[in-house]
């Protein structure tokens, strides 16, 4: 017979094991895990992005800019200081953004009229049929009727919305301006490419294949930006080399660092992750500048963050609601980068990258998030444009270019000081514009200097500039 203390001590550690046991599954099924979503995430679908509320009309908010009603709902324009950027460029119609996610609600009151236009799938054939709608394949690219895009996902050119992401991303992208309805996207003059990769309704979709054919369809169509909001955590090489086309071709790719509360230098996520330098990654703060909780960060592979919390815009049906996510971040700065590009139409990708990077506002909070520190700011990713420094961030030896309007409080409404720079306002008897390019143009060459960057995981290479 076993003794006493035996049955007690067999008797603690059993209760020790299956109450051990027992906290494991239960955080396991409570908690989110990569292991968990990794067949999900290796297959490029997005993340944690719904819709928290709906409705068919937004509240009645004119701005004194645009007559937009919902724009003064709309934290993120604030915080990243859309309004005196719009006063410098409301964007292009000749740059063109392939957004590839859910498809888009096509007749949408403040999309319908910034969709692009397949050139070669417009006007008359020679029938006299409407080119969008003739079954013909008539700029022989092989897509027929591919007006607005293409769904790869039922290899069509129906490009609806049965998720509502797209639809959302969209609107934050390219919402139009000053037609009295709904919202204004950052870059309300656009022309959005529409390239559908995902369908909750269509069951065993490959969607890595679908996404590698959005991005050469976007490369071989013409986008100046390619907008992403899917990953996943495996590397893939056909991705990798597919966006790398676009590289080539001097196109941007923004893309969302992910929504899976993780450190991306320690646990990867692509195609954001991917070493390539036309890449820019991003993560999504709430008003106060904290990085959401559910997203992603990195030192190392997170390059920037954005507003993405409880981010009005545009869904299916004529009807506006809330999302927060990377997601909703990353549209954001492809608006930014809209706006640069139609700015200054000669840039390339990594010149408006590097634009965007190094203008947005240092932020302590961000330090340990992101490999720039910094946030948003519209406005000053534009107006540097002007200041007399180049795209590698040398500051020209003439100065007499530089608008002091723009870093004085009287220079005109359009032109007001930044409320939050300390240097608009002249101090210690120093010239207030000498004084702000002094501290912007240290900060501009600070992040931009030539000193070896730590790598971008995704390839063999070693370096990396902005």
């Not at 003794?3 to 209760?15: F, P």
């Not at 723009?406 to 720079?421: I, Q, R, V, Y």
Request: hydrophobic fraction near 35%.
């Amino acid at each position: 017979m076993f003794s006493r203390k035996w049955w007690i001590a067999t008797g603690g550690v059993a209760l020790l094991f299956f109450g051990g046991l027992g906290i494991y599954l239960f955080t396991s099924e409570s908690s989110p895990s990569r292991t968990q979503s990794s067949k999900k995430d290796s297959n490029r679908v997005f993340e944690n992005s719904f819709i928290t509320s709906q409705t068919d009309k937004v509240e009645d908010e004119p701005s004194a800019l645009f007559n937009d009603p919902a724009i003064s709902q709309a934290w993120g324009l604030k915080k990243s200081d859309a309004a005196r950027a719009w006063s410098i460029t409301k964007g292009s119609k000749d740059i063109v953004v392939a957004i590839i996610d859910t498809g888009i609600d096509e007749n949408h009151e403040d999309l319908h009229d910034n969709l692009w236009m397949n050139p070669g799938e417009t006007g008359k054939d020679a029938q006299g049929r409407d080119k969008s709608n003739n079954g013909v394949d008539d700029d022989g690219n092989g897509f027929i009727d591919d007006v607005h895009g293409w769904n790869f996902v039922s290899n069509n050119n129906k490009l609806d919305d049965n998720h509502g992401h797209g639809t959302h991303i969209a609107g934050i992208i390219g919402a139009e301006a000053g037609n009295g309805k709904g919202i204004i996207g950052i870059s309300p003059e656009v022309s959005l490419m529409v390239l559908k990769y995902y369908d909750p309704k269509v069951p065993g979709a490959d969607n890595l294949k679908n996404t590698v054919a959005s991005i050469k369809y976007a490369v071989k169509m013409g986008a100046k930006i390619i907008n992403y909001s899917g990953g996943g955590v495996e590397f893939s090489q056909e991705e990798h080399d597919a966006i790398q086309e676009a590289e080539k071709k001097g196109i941007l790719f923004v893309a969302a660092a992910g929504n899976e509360r993780s450190n991306s230098d320690q646990h990867h996520y692509y195609p954001a992750d991917y070493k390539l330098k036309n890449i820019i990654s991003v993560t999504a703060i709430d008003p106060s500048t904290q990085v959401l909780s559910s997203s992603n960060y990195g030192v190392d592979t997170v390059d920037i963050a954005a507003p993405g919390q409880n981010i009005l815009s545009c869904l299916p049906g004529n009807a506006y609601g809330y999302m927060t996510g990377t997601s909703q971040a990353t549209a954001f700065v492809t608006g930014a980068a809209a706006l640069v590009m139609a700015h200054k139409q000669s840039f390339q990708a990594e010149d408006v990258k590097k634009y965007i990077l190094s203008t947005g506002d240092a932020q302590t909070q961000l330090a340990s998030k992101t490999r720039t520190s910094r946030q948003l700011n519209l406005y000053k990713a534009l107006t540097i444009l002007d200041q007399g420094i180049s795209a590698t961030g040398v500051a020209a030896a003439n100065s007499q270019n530089i608008d002091k309007k723009m870093w004085t409080s009287d220079g005109g409404k359009n032109n007001a000081a930044d409320p939050n720079d300390k240097n608009s306002q002249a101090e210690d008897g120093l010239d207030p514009a000498a004084s702000a390019m002094s501290n912007f143009g240290k900060s501009l060459i600070d992040a931009m200097g030539t000193k070896t960057k730590r790598t971008r995981v995704g390839t063999q290479q070693n370096s990396e500039g902005f």
